[in-house]
């Protein structure tokens, strides 16, 4: 079992600002990639970024040049996002790949003046 909570989210203006964060835990040496989505109400849940434990990342398009995916050694990885815009307002969930895939609870991101 793998346990994810995220944290960061919030109210920012356009072209700022927010790190998130997901911290694992529980079975965290079964966790091969950890990754973004993001939902707004309503709409399907999209991919923004992942990271595997070797190091590989990807992004959605629409990220990429303004949020950047990072882990650190204890199973946290976050989400640095720069240059946000309206249509980046949703919420955020982090998964994580291991023998099944495990969602944490999401974390609202508005962006608005």
């Known amino acids: 079992q793998v346990q994810l909570v995220e944290s960061g989210g919030g109210l920012v203006q356009p072209g700022g600002s927010l790190r998130l964060s997901c911290a694992a835990s529980?079975?965290?040496?079964?966790?091969?990639?950890m990754g973004w989505y993001r939902q707004v109400t309503g709409t399907r849940r999209d991919f923004i970024a992942a990271?595997?434990?070797?190091?590989?990342i990807n992004y959605a398009d629409s990220v990429k040049g303004r949020f950047t995916i990072s882990r650190d050694a204890k199973a946290t990885v976050y989400l640095q996002m720069s240059s946000l815009k309206p249509e980046d307002t949703a919420v955020y969930y982090c998964?994580?790949?291991?023998?099944?895939?495990?969602w944490g609870q999401g974390t609202q991101v508005t962006v608005s003046s």
């Open positions: 998964n994580a790949d291991a023998e099944r895939v495990y």
């Open positions: 990271i595997t434990s070797g190091g590989r």
């Open positions: 529980g079975s965290i040496s079964s966790i091969y990639a």
